[in-house]
């Protein structure tokens, strides 16, 4: 069974640091290009950061370029999102998806997310 | 950015109904128009890819139209498991961008 799980939210004051993790199991993560998508409480969804299959390419959004760092281990079948100098505006759900062979940013499953909460 | 417009942002129906939701983008984004389905508590779930592709799975009763600017969703009879948040997003440009949501009550 296709499943991604991430886990790693927590309280975490202003300025703060967390890394996330997404693993993934029934199929070879190796194999897809991965992005993270969050959601703040009541809010809409906002893409974050994208990584290649292989992992030498990756996008950040300009809300979170320069403090958030995505990376990959392909031999653990994980994902992370690290994350620092942490804002209350970054308290969201955070998501970790898949996206579909030959189709960027096509987010064909996601797991079922992680909660961040900054606050002091 | 491309902006994408969602309309309207929440809208009743009742079980049986036909219904249609429709997002706009700032630009043209050809057919690179996907629409995902979430309810309270989970995460997205792809529906359509593609402006008009529906996703394994997703019932038939689901149908995406539209290319360039102009895209719509349409439920073609609501069911009780369709009372849900429906979410627009272009896969065009970088970043890709998202609507910002139509609740089905």
């Known amino acids: 069974q296709v499943q991604l799980v991430e886990s790693g939210g927590g309280l975490v004051k202003p300025g703060g640091s967390l890394r996330l993790s997404c693993t993934a199991s029934?199929?070879?993560?190796?194999?897809?290009?991965m992005s993270w998508i969050r959601q703040a409480p009541g809010k809409g969804l906002e893409w974050i950061s994208y990584?290649?299959?292989?992992?030498?390419?990756?996008l950040h959004a300009d809300s979170v370029k320069g403090r958030f760092t995505v990376s990959r281990d392909n031999a653990k079948n994980s994902l992370y999102l690290q994350l620092h100098s942490l804002r209350p505006e970054d308290t969201a759900v955070y998501f970790c998806?898949?996206?579909?062979?030959?189709?960027?940013?096509?987010?064909?499953?996601w797991g079922q997310g992680t909660l961040v909460t900054v606050s002091s | 950015d491309i902006q994408m417009t969602q309309s309207p942002s929440s809208l009743s129906a009742s079980v049986g109904d036909r219904v249609t939701i429709t997002c706009r983008a700032s630009?043209?984004?050809?057919?690179?128009l996907n629409w995902y389905q979430q309810k309270p508590g989970k995460a997205p779930n792809l529906l359509i890819y593609?402006?008009?592709n529906l996703q394994s799975g997703v019932p038939s009763r689901f149908s995406g139209n539209g290319s360039g600017t102009d895209f719509t969703v349409t439920i073609s009879s609501l069911q009780p498991e369709d009372f849900a948040t429906y979410y627009c997003?272009?896969?065009?440009?970088?970043?890709?961008?998202f609507g910002g949501g139509t609740k089905v009550e």
């Open positions: 990584i290649s299959s292989s992992g030498t390419a990756m």
């Open positions: 998806a898949r996206e579909s062979r030959g189709a960027y940013f096509q987010f064909e499953q």
């Open positions: 593609a402006a008009s």
């Open positions: 630009e043209t984004i050809r057919d690179s």
């Open positions: 997003q272009q896969s065009y440009g970088t970043p890709p961008t």
């Open positions: 029934g199929f070879a993560l190796s194999e897809y290009y």
